[in-house]
């Protein structure tokens, strides 16, 4: 493992990466999935020879070049809870077949992001179908989760998909930066969930930014009490602020301070993560986040007595028919589609 002979001089902390990554409030927690995924069959699965003998249902170890994680046919994570936070869902390759408690479901991928506020109890299925049978399936997928404050939990869920036709991507001189919250260069992007803490008055923002050899990148300082922390998710070696660093670090920047970011002789990618803490002392487990250990404890039997109870779906890993296009269902029946069109409704395969 690289170890840095200093700090860069704007660096508080430095931190390992992983495929998940740490973060600082309001941010809790990253899971950063890259898997090159072979052709997929009349399942949307992968080979069956490809997939013997791993621990399906939990299998994290890559093999391959990917991972099925908690699917046993279809990769992904089948029904599952979350409590009192929002959720950001990039897939910036790849396709994410969703369906929830609040009975919305369908596709995204290819770019698209998807915002989950889950204040409430809510449960959702998130499966990663191969739908090309003769070529490779690359799924990347990065997940944000963003914490919400007291007052603001325990009401209603909200989900909305931004699909990457208006997901802004700005570039200048080997720098590209694809914006998913904040603003940048005159542009911006705001979670569209109400009571969301991802909006302008909290100085969230979230960027990926890649650079080509030699490409230079930079942010100016943040006022106030607006946190920074950079990632270095890929590359060989970059200059950042006079310091060479290399990568699968976070960078947690002093508060107050400049970014100066110049790449070295390969490309790289970062991600930029900001925003003001919510500043409260919370309590969690698992998939919930609350106010005290008390009611983290509540909430958790409540999920395991309801969960499946109250599951509209029939199976855990459910997905979509394999020609599905990125379209997302509503209960009442509407369907939102990058074109903003409403199409006839489809029904979920089994």
């Known amino acids: 493992m690289f170890f840095l002979a200093k700090k860069p001089k704007n660096v508080q902390k430095i931190v390992d990466l992983n495929i998940h990554w740490s973060a600082d409030d309001p941010f809790t927690f990253v899971s950063h999935h890259h898997d090159n995924y072979p052709h997929g069959n009349e399942q949307m699965a992968p080979p069956l020879r490809l997939i013997s003998g791993r621990n399906l249902g ?43 408690t609040e009975k919305n479901f369908g596709r995204y991928g290819n770019g698209d992001a998807q915002w989950t506020l889950a204040s409430s109890r809510y449960e959702h299925c998130e499966m990663y179908p191969l739908i090309d049978q003769e070529n490779d399936n690359p799924v990347f997928i990065t997940q944000i989760v963003i914490n919400l404050p007291l007052d603001r939990k325990n009401r209603p869920n909200h989900v909305n998909n931004v699909w990457s036709e208006s997901i802004p991507v700005i570039e ?15 542009s911006s992007l705001y979670s569209p969930n109400p009571d969301s803490w991802a909006a302008s008055e909290n100085s969230v923002r979230i960027m990926k930014v890649e650079l080509q050899p030699g490409a230079s990148f930079g942010l100016d300082a943040l006022d106030g009490d607006t946190d920074r922390n950079v990632y270095f998710v890929a590359g060989k070696d970059a200059d950042m602020d006079g310091t060479k660093v290399k990568p699968h670090y976070r960078f947690k920047m002093i508060r107050g301070t400049s970014l100066s970011i110049t790449n070295g002789e390969e490309a790289s990618e970062f991600w930029v993560l900001e925003g003001k803490p919510i500043g409260e002392k919370q309590a969690s487990f698992g998939p919930v986040i609350l ?37 997302l269902h509503r209960p009442d029946g509407t369907v939102e589609t990058p074109s903003g069109t409403q199409i006839p409704a489809a029904e979920p395969s089994e």
């Open 291 to 327: 106010k005290d250990i008390d009611e983290v404890r509540a909430s958790m039997d409540e999920i395991r007595i309801k969960e499946f109870q109250e599951w509209p779906w029939g199976l855990m890993d459910v997905t979509n028919p394999i020609d599905m296009g990125r379209e």
């Open 172 to 186: 200048r001189d080997g720098c590209t930066v694809t914006l998913y919250c904040g603003e940048y260069e005159g």
């Open 58 to 100: 939990r299998d994290y170890q890559e093999r391959y070049g990917f991972r099925m994680y908690h699917g046993r046919v279809v990769p992904g994570f089948p029904m599952h809870a979350h409590w009192g936070y929002e959720t950001l869902t990039i897939a910036e390759k790849g396709f994410v077949d969703h369906f929830d």
